[in-house]
Every structure is written in C-alpha cells, then in structure tokens.
T-cell receptor, first 112, second 112 residues
Framework: GENVEQHPSTLSVQEGDSAVIKCTYS??????FPWYKQELGKRPQLIID?????GEKKDQRIAVTLNKTAKHFSLHITETQPEDSAVYFC???????????FGKGTRLHILP | EPEVTQTPSHQVTQMGQEVILRCVPI?????FYWYRQILGQKVEFLVS????????KSEIFDDQFSVERPDGSNFTLKIRSTKLEDSAMYFC??????????FGPGTRLTVL
C-alpha cells in the first residue's frame, strides 16, 4: 500500500523567513496530495492540495510543488508568521481509493 | 461555513466497555470517514463509508469496530470492547466527492 515519508520532523524558522517541508510517496498511482495544518488539540485543517495533473499550486504565502517522476512533493511557506506555528501533515490518496495516507508530521516553530 | 461536528469531545471508559462516537458530517457530503491519532503520532485511516456501506477499511478496523449511519445526519463509530490501546483521538471526516476531506474536532477516547 501507499507509504508517505515526511521530513524534517521538527523545523524552527525565524519569523519572516521561509519554511520548506518535503514528502515522498511510494504508490505511483496516487493522484491527490493534500496538506493539513494541526494546531495543538485541534482538528487537522486542509490548507492546500494538489492533484497529479498539476506541478505547482500557490495560495498567498503557501505553495506546493509536485514531482511525479521522483514521487515527491513539498510545502513552501513564505514570510512566516507566529500563527504558522503548528504541526503540518502531508498526505496522499492512492488512485481509486478514498482514504488519505498521512505522513508523520512536521512540527514547525516560528521563532520571534 | 459548515463544519463537521463530533460528540462527545472527551470520552472516558473502562477497558472492555462499549463506546459509541458520534459525528455529524457536512450536510451535502456523501463520503464519510473515521481516522484515529494516537497522541503525538500521525493520523491513521480506519474506515470509509459511502452509499450506506463500508467502501474500505484498514487493518486497525477489526471486528471490534463498526460504523453506522442511523439516520440522514449522524455517522457513528462503535467499539464493542475497548482495549487500552484504543486510547486515541478519533476524527470523523466527510467529503462531497472523494476529495477534499474535512475533519471534525475529534473525540478524545481514554480507556482505563
């Protein structure tokens, strides 16, 4: 089955700098890649997603890139702010399946 | 903006007892899911439900687990005889199509 690897597990970034989180997936048939942000004790919230027919997607300070050949995708957050501090999960949906397979998460700390 | 809701927010039970976790998905959504998250770990898929039947389940979702949509709004997860290792945060999610999925606030299950 699908396996999603995510790194780093922890990332500390100075406020205003950029943060990059990287993920790889194993099932070449996976076609949908969402990113979720989870604040302490809260629900995972979808922040951006990308489908396999697109190489890049941007929404304000957040962007995601997808390299299907290498089977990896990345989240980029620019001009980081204190409210960006959270755990970020990458995920993949295997083709024709509806379940989401999550990575282990990256704890992002924005330093003042 | 409509959201997935879950009750209770916290459930404490004795080992061997039955628990029912309740979810109200977003009203026009057709796909329903349960995930769990053991403290500090990633979110894991349990089961997906569509058209009044289970469409997929994970290895975690054994005979002790069942799901039901008893009426037009609720979606429940039942654990027949809870074990200590069932202690986790349980998230319900729903989607209009296969993706994207929107998560509820979770039920923290503590098995003593």
């Amino acid at each position: 089955g699908e396996n999603v690897e995510q790194h780093p597990s922890t990332l500390s970034v100075q406020e205003g700098d950029s943060a990059v989180i990287k993920c790889t997936y194993s099932d070449s048939a996976s076609n949908y890649f969402p990113w979720y942000k989870q604040e302490l004790g809260k629900r995972p919230q979808l922040i951006i997603d990308i489908r396999s027919n697109v190489g890049e997607k941007k929404d304000q300070r957040i962007a995601v890139t997808l390299n299907k050949t290498a089977k990896h995708f990345s989240l980029h957050i620019t001009e980081t702010q204190p409210e960006d501090s959270a755990v970020y999960f990458c995920a993949a949906t295997p083709n024709r399946d509806d379940k989401i397979i999550f990575g282990k998460g990256t704890r992002l700390h924005i330093l003042p | 903006e409509p959201e997935v809701t879950q009750t209770p927010s916290h459930q404490v039970t004795q080992m061997g007892q039955e628990v029912i976790l309740r979810c109200v998905p977003i009203s026009n959504h057709l796909y329903f899911y349960w995930y769990r998250q053991i403290l500090g770990q990633k979110v894991e898929f349990l089961v997906s439900f569509y058209n009044n039947e289970i469409s997929e389940k994970s290895e975690i979702f054994d005979d002790q687990f069942s799901v039901e949509r008893p009426d037009g709004s609720n979606f429940t997860l039942k654990i027949r005889s809870t074990k200590l290792e069932d202690s986790a945060m349980y998230f319900c999610a729903s989607s209009e199509g296969v993706a994207p999925q929107f998560f509820g606030p979770g039920t923290r299950l503590t098995v003593l």
